[in-house]
């Protein structure tokens, strides 16, 4: 049975509180996500309807500065008659302290959407594999985050 996606976060944060212990790793995270994946939301029957973001980058919205990498998964939202009416993000986001290291990584953002050449699984083994992930396991993050909003 398809949930709701305005349950989205929800049943997003019930995944982490699941766990026994949160793996920071960027293995981890992909494991979580792979885990999100698995649950349907009543979303449209388009190709971008349910699609993923992977990202990371110097963030400055912070009161200190924060290294920021999270994957999304973006669920579109339809209207009464099935028309698009926004996009559902569910962030889920590791924080870290900005050091030098995590500077001078600079930014990236990467999406997958279903019906490309790439299948999710491939897409996702990419992510773990990043070479942002070999810099990050020296790292351990100020917080961990999930949140959802409309876009």
């Known amino acids: 049975m ?6 989205a976060e929800r049943t997003a944060r019930r995944l982490v509180e699941e766990m026994d212990d949160l ?3 960027l293995s981890g995270l992909t494991g979580l996500v792979r885990r999100f994946s698995a649950i349907e939301f009543e979303a449209p029957e388009s190709p971008d309807a349910d699609g993923y973001l992977f990202q990371y980058g110097r963030v400055n919205w912070f009161s200190e500065p924060t290294f920021a990498l999270s994957i999304v998964r973006q669920l579109e939202v339809g209207d009464v008659t099935g028309e698009h009416e926004a996009f559902v993000q569910v962030q889920f986001e590791f924080r870290y302290s900005l050091d030098d290291d995590l500077d001078s990584a600079g930014s990236h953002s990467e999406w997958w ?3 490309g050449e790439v299948s999710f699984d491939s897409w ?3 992510v773990d ?14 917080d961990f985050a999930i949140w ?4």
């Open 2 to 7: 398809k949930q709701q996606v305005d349950s």
């Open 23 to 25: 793996d920071t790793s």
């Open 113 to 115: 959407f279903p019906g």
């Open 124 to 126: 996702l083994n990419s």
């Open 129 to 142: 594999q990043a070479p942002i992930s070999r810099l990050l396991a020296t790292k351990k993050p100020r």
């Open 148 to 151: 959802q909003e409309l876009v």
